[in-house]
């Protein structure tokens, strides 16, 4: 399969969208399209382009100001001929908190808490105002490491501009800080720092 790269690193909306769709114009047959971004809210445009034409995408956090995403792309020439439609979305972030300090939901049943916090997390990644940062700390560590089953909904989230921290401390305690797999470190000042300046935090 072809790969064909889009740069529109320090390009605003609606320039992503439109470079991406130039690209699939372009292609003579099944192609993956990669195209680089610098913010979320150009992440979610251009994933919702691709899924409007029901393409396989996902997106990926290569750095502090670089997204890429990807689509599996086959171009008809059906659909070269139709009329694109290219709007921008806003960021659907607002200024909540989640502070996650265990790898399980309530009291009682251990099983069931991960079971419920796996849940809790996913729909936390479905709402239509995603939270500015999600918070680990303590056993929710083991949240944002390798092995986690949450780790999924945590990259997505991150992709479309939200901040997921893990306290090194914490990692350090667990054993856990060469296991981190989504995110960054952060420290106890940082933690306390983020959650005075939450217009809402939401604890599990």
């Not at 991150?158 to 797999?181: D, H, M, R, S």
Request: charged share 25%; aromatic share 4%; net charge negative.
């Amino acid at each position: 399969m072809e790969l064909v790269k889009v740069d529109a690193l320090g390009m605003a909306c609606p320039l992503p969208v439109v470079k991406t769709i130039k690209a699939l114009e372009a292609l003579t047959g099944p192609a993956r399209i990669e195209t680089h971004v610098d913010n979320e809210t150009a992440v979610q445009n251009v994933m919702r382009l691709a899924q409007g034409k029901g393409f396989s995408v996902r997106s990926e956090k290569l750095a502090e100001a670089h997204f890429v995403v990807t689509m599996d792309a086959v171009q008809t020439s059906e659909e070269k001929n139709e009329e694109p439609t290219v709007a921008c979305i806003p960021d659907r972030r607002g200024n909540t908190v989640v502070a996650v300090s265990s790898d399980a939901m309530g009291s009682g049943s251990d099983e069931l808490g991960r079971q419920l916090m796996k849940a809790f997390l996913y729909a936390v990644s479905q709402l239509d105002e995603l939270p500015k940062t999600i918070l680990f700390y303590n056993g929710g560590a083991r949240l944002t490491t390798e092995g986690s089953l949450s780790l999924e909904d945590l990259k997505s989230m991150e992709a479309q501009g939200v901040q997921i921290l893990t306290c090194g401390t914490c990692l350090n305690y667990y054993g856990l800080t060469e296991k981190l797999a989504v995110g960054g470190v952060t420290n106890m000042y940082s933690i306390v720092e983020t959650l005075a300046k939450a217009d809402k935090v939401i604890k599990p």
